[in-house]
C-alpha cells in the first residue's frame, strides 16, 4: 500500500550537516565500504549526534558517497558535529570528507522507499555549499554564518574552530 503525501505538509526549519567523500567512485569497492563503514563509526560516536539522536531530533540520510544529517534542535548542532568528525578523521587519511552545512526549511516526505523523509530548499542548499568545497573543507552558507556571528556561540564555535586547524 503506497503512503499518501500531506495535502499541507509542515515546513520546519531544519540544521542540516551534508558529507561527501572526494573521490569515492575512484575507490574499489572494498575501499568504498570501508570507509563508508569507518565514516558511520565516526560520526556515530560524536557527542552531538548522541545527543541529538537521544532527544529525537535527528534524521539520518543516506547519499550514497556520504551522509545528511537532519538536525531539528538547535542550530549549533551541525557545527559542533561537523568539528567532531573533522577531529576523529584526522587519524583516518583515507576519508578524504568535505562538508557542507545550511538552515533552511525542509518538510516531511514518503521517499522512493515509502519510508519517512525529508526534503526541501534546507537540503538543496546544504548540498549546494557543500559541492563549493574540496577535501579537508567545512563550509558555511552565509545564512548560517550570518545568524551565528552575532551570538556567544558563534565566538566560541569560530575560536574552537580556528585553534583546532
Known sequence: MALEPEVNPKVEIAHILTMDVVEYSTLLITEQTHVMTELTSIMKKTQRFGRSEAEGKLLRLPTGDGMALVFFDDPEAPIECAMEISAAIKSHPEI????GIHSGPVNPVVDVSDRSNVAGAGIDMAQRVMDCGDAGHILLSKRVAD????SPAGMRICTSWANAT
Open 96 to 99: 578524504r570528507l568535505r562538508m
Open 147 to 150: 545568524d551565528l556571528a552575532p
